[in-house]
């Protein structure tokens, strides 16, 4: 590489399921202060069956695109972009959930040059959205646990963070946490968006509590719900810089949930850390080929904490820079109920330390292993059977699975491998007992896009539908591609409803975009439509042939609002109605809320 040329930088962002997010991150990444010539953005697919590919290469038809075909797992999916590497200076990944400053890149950059030791350069990632402080003061007797919270009615509680509450697990399963407050005064950071917003915050217990926004305290709408409404000030948070190890070798984000204007005062020179985080990270080529890629075994979860472990160990140094900045939507799609998330979670703990750490520390592990397991048969066998309740074996069998896995893949462990961890493709990547990732979907949230469910059923049926004649159905599609991909303040997710509703497959979105069929099926089946969050919009033929008109159902049903298409079809501007009545029915909803 010549002296007086940038490094050039591969960016990857890895897809399952969530075009709107991706898009939006993809976005952010063609605004990237860099030479152009001197940075490539690679696309990785886990085998997404909601379409969401074939949107994304409509959208992105220069971006380069690595299609699995099948879910991989964070760690195999971006190892697919991350092998061939024939003059490329360093590898930046990013969570397509996440938004990254015009100037992030640079200050990463920079952090590399500095010193040839220094591995891995790790942004700042922020936390989105901005965050209310609901103040909560108990009397001296009292308790107060918090059974949910809703912001304009949509339900926002696994996504508070909490100063002064104790977290008291359940014993049966022990990521269900309740948040409680014993006496004293307690803050809640509750996630919102712009503008002025209704706040409802449901407790229990016992004594008399008071909650309050500033200077303004809820009233009681109904027993246990504080009612307040929020003003337009925000405080962000801060999602992590870099991470670090406690004393159990468990991985956790650095200054989590501390105010972001921690980093504002902290400089602009890089921070030494333990490791770092895969959301947004730049790693330096040389220091990949010497220690090796992400362990595919480990799925997903802990595999950056396994790396960058690897790397320190190697004599690598790892940085985090406050002035790289990244807005992360923290938990968009995942979280402690996805599936197969406690068995990852704590497998791959287990696994990263008895593959890095030291012997004193692999042995405080397995006594920690050992002391989880002992727990969970006295709360869930022994102290069930002593309250005459029937034993529960949900958290036991989850334990069984666990150390069934982690045997098997110690075992794997210790068979000769060819060079560095990761560096061969596999499809091997989901451990003997571990549970099968199911398809999933982002869950829609009251800060974000519109979120919509599109009903193309009669667009791609393979017989025509009553009432739908050549004429409706083409003006039908040309309307849904519009409504799909023409407007950034939606998140429509197109919907089939045969033998009951389910997310259309990428065949059926590829029919109404007027796209290329999918050249790699993925491996999974439809994702089936229940209880969706979304607004409806069923398509439907007017009288006139060749028009249509649109239902709008609120979320939840009710009754529907019929709008008239009345533009020639292809007219940018025919998707207009049909947006200015998913306004009305959202403020609708609002109010009658």
């Known amino acids: 590489m010549a002296e007086d040329l940038d490094p050039y930088v591969r960016v990857v962002v890895l897809n399952w399921n969530s075009a709107w997010y991706t898009r939006r991150c993809l976005d952010a990444l063609a605004a990237t202060e860099y030479p152009a010539d001197r940075v490539e953005v690679v696309l990785v697919d886990n085998g997404s069956v909601d379409g969401s590919l074939e949107r994304l290469r409509d959208w992105f038809p220069d971006v380069r695109v690595v299609a699995n075909g099948a879910n991989l797992g964070f760690a195999e999916g ?5 092998r061939d590497r024939d003059g490329v200076d360093a590898v930046a990944l990013i969570n397509n959930d996440a938004v990254p400053s015009p100037g992030w890149l640079r200050p990463l950059v920079d952090a590399l040059g500095a010193a040839a030791d220094i591995g891995a350069a790790s942004s700042a990632l922020v936390l989105e959205p901005g965050f209310v402080p609901v103040d909560v003061e108990v009397d001296a007797d009292g308790t107060a646990d918090v059974v949910a919270v809703r912001v304009d009615g949509a339900d926002v509680t696994g996504a508070l963070r909490f100063d002064g509450f104790e977290g008291v697990s359940d014993a049966a399963w022990p990521l269900d946490i309740t948040y409680r407050l014993n006496a004293g005064a307690g803050r809640i950071w509750i996630p919102a968006g712009s503008g002025d917003l209704d706040v409802e915050v449901e407790l229990t217990g016992t004594g008399a509590v008071e909650v309050r926004i500033g200077d303004r305290v809820g009233s009681s709408a109904r027993p246990g719900t504080a009612t307040l409404r929020s003003g337009l000030e925000r405080t962000r948070l801060i999602n992590g810089l870099g991470t670090a190890r406690n004393e159990r070798c468990e991985g956790y984000d650095r200054l989590y949930g501390r105010p972001v204007d921690l980093l504002d005062g902290m400089g602009a020179d890089p921070v030494p850390v333990d490791g770092f985080c895969g959301g947004a990270v730049l790693l330096r080529s040389r220091m990949l080929d010497s220690v090796g890629l992400f362990d595919p075994r480990l799925f997903a979860y802990y595999e950056d904490t396994d ?3 690897r790397a320190t160990r190697a004599g690598w140094r790892i940085v985090a820079v406050p002035a790289s900045r990244v807005e992360h939507a923290f938990g968009a799609s995942g979280g402690s109920r996805a599936r197969g998330f406690f068995h990852l979670d704590r497998r791959n703990w287990w696994l990263t330390a008895e593959r890095n750490g030291t012997p004193a520390q692999r042995t405080v592990v397995r006594r920690e292993v050992r002391r989880e397991i002992r727990t969970a048969l006295r709360a869930n066998i022994a102290g069930r059977l002593k309250r005459r309740h029937l034993p529960s074996l949900q958290l036991l069998s989850a334990w069984a699975r666990i150390v069934a896995d982690h045997t098997v893949e110690v075992r794997r462990r210790n068979h000769p491998v060819v060079g560095p961890t990761g560096m061969r493709p596999t499809d ?9 990732p199911a398809p999933s979907l982002p869950r829609p949230r009251p800060w974000g896009p519109l979120a919509v469910a599109l009903d193309v059923t009669p667009l791609v049926a393979e017989w025509p539908t009553a009432g739908w004649d050549e004429g409706t159905v083409t003006a039908g599609r040309i309307l849904a591609r519009s409504l799909l991909q023409d407007h950034a303040e939606l998140d429509p997710l197109p919907v089939v409803a045969d033998d009951g509703a389910r997310v259309a497959t990428p065949a059926e979105v590829a029919i109404v975009l007027g796209v290329a069929a999918p050249l790699i099926p993925p491996r999974d089946g439809p994702i089936s439509v229940t209880d969706h969050d979304r607004i409806g919009l069923r398509l439907v033929p007017d009288a006139t042939a060749g028009r249509l008109a649109v239902e709008v159902t609120p979320v939840g049903g ?16 025919e998707a207009e109605p049909v947006i200015a009545a998913l306004r009305e029915a959202v403020s609708t909803e609002a109010h009658r809320r």
Not at 78 to 82: D, G, V
Not at 558 to 573: F, K, Y
Request: charged share 25%.
């Open 428 to 436: 091997r990547v989901v451990g003997r007992f571990q549970p099968r």
């Open 558 to 573: 009710g009754p529907s609002r019929r709008v008239l298409v009345d533009r020639p079809a292809g007219d940018p501007g």
């Open 307 to 309: 790396l960058s472990w």
């Open 78 to 82: 971006c190892n697919r972009a991350m």
